[in-house]
């Protein structure tokens, strides 16, 4: 997998400028709300960097696990998976906490997380980091 990497270090970029090009170019009701879960999603975990994968902002550890879901225009969502490639997982599950209910399985290894808008993002950001936390163990 390609990372983008800073000019000067050759380290690798934890925010993609590609994904700040793309944020900035969309045109959706709920952009600023994207900007944050963004925020939330990298500040998550030091391990965690972003792409666009799937005509979307995605993030990765050392493989794809979250994908924000554009088409949705009232609230923010995220389909959850463990990667391009199929896992064990796919097979035996994913098993995380989730106290908030904010998952919706769609596959043993994929589901689609709700956060809503505005101010109710804010009141789940925690349910959601750990959320976060509890899933990058599977990717």
Sequence with gaps: MKKTQAPETGE??????AVVAFLRDLEHPLRADIEKVRRILLDADPSIAEGIKWNAPSFRTTDYFA???LRSRDRIQL???TGVKKKA???TGVEVADPAGLLKWL?????????????VIDEKR????ELVRAWIRFV
């Design 12 to 17: 690798a970029l934890r925010e993609d400028p």
């Design 67 to 69: 994908t924000i879901h």
């Design 79 to 81: 389909v959850f998976h």
């Design 89 to 91: 997982t796919a097979d």
């Design 107 to 119: 596959a043993k290894d994929r589901c689609m997380v709700t956060l809503g808008a505005g101010a």
């Design 126 to 129: 925690a349910a959601f980091e």
